[in-house]
């Protein structure tokens, strides 16, 4: 596999579950990013992870929780969520020290009930 | 805070047409680039241009970049169909010591046959 792949592409969840996005890249970089998409808004980044250290957290909420066990791999763990945050939660690589381009996967589509 | 922001918000065109983009933002940048959307998917890179060039070209895409009124351009020539997507213009702020960039609210781009 190549690029950014992320699991699953679609989410309902209830307010009371726990569940896991899962993102991967196989393109060698060292930073990856969480960023929500909602409808008729900007992107919003929320977490940065640049050779495995957490270095940017946007003001997100607790109930949203990142893990990044290795430069390849970045998970958003979530819980006790709320129907606004129902939107498309999109992975991203980047070689930060290079040209700054980013390379995003599909998304998950969150849908919480 | 947001960064960039595009005008127009939605823009519908023939093929065989050409489509401007435009984008402004608010403080110094290391680099702009561009990305497209097609609806629901994940973004793609389509052109970075830095704050010391003023123009640059890939296939049908040209940008400019004007530092003195913080503005930039991404025109398409002789669109396809197939360029119906929205586009983003997304800033590296000079601030910051990693790859941290801010996405606009898009431009939707319609292009009817």
């Known amino acids: 596999e190549t690029g950014v792949t992320q699991t699953p592409r679609h989410l309902v969840m209830g307010m009371t579950n726990k569940k896991s996005l899962k993102c991967e890249q196989h393109?060698?970089?060292?930073?990856m990013y969480w960023y929500k998409q909602s409808a008729k808004k900007p992107l919003e980044l929320m977490f940065v992870?640049?050779?495995?250290?957490?270095?940017e957290n946007n003001s997100v909420p607790s109930r949203f929780s990142p893990e990044c066990p290795n430069s390849s791999h970045l998970f958003l763990h979530l819980h006790t969520l709320q129907p606004e945050d129902s939107a498309l939660y999109l992975c991203?690589?980047?070689?930060?020290?290079?040209?700054?381009?980013?390379?995003f996967g599909e998304g998950s589509r969150l849908t919480v009930l | 805070s947001q960064q960039g922001e595009e005008d127009p918000q939605a823009l519908s065109i023939q093929e065989g047409e050409n489509a401007t983009m435009n984008c402004s933002y608010k403080t110094s940048i290391n680099n702009l680039q561009w990305y497209r959307q097609n609806s629901g998917r994940g973004l793609v890179h389509l052109i970075l241009i830095r704050s010391n060039e003023r123009e640059k070209h890939s296939g049908r895409l040209r940008v400019t970049l004007d530092t003195s009124k913080k503005s930039s351009s991404l025109l398409i020539t002789a669109s396809r169909a197939a360029d119906t997507a929205s586009y983003f213009c997304?800033?590296?702020?000079?601030?910051?010591?990693?790859?941290?960039?801010?996405f606009g609210a898009g431009t939707r781009l319609a292009v009817h046959p």
């Open positions: 997304a800033t590296s702020p000079m601030a910051g010591g990693y790859n941290k960039l801010i």
């Open positions: 991203a690589s980047s070689q930060e020290t290079v040209t700054g381009e980013l390379f």
């Open positions: 393109l060698g970089h060292n930073a």
């Open positions: 992870y640049s050779l495995e250290e957490r270095v």
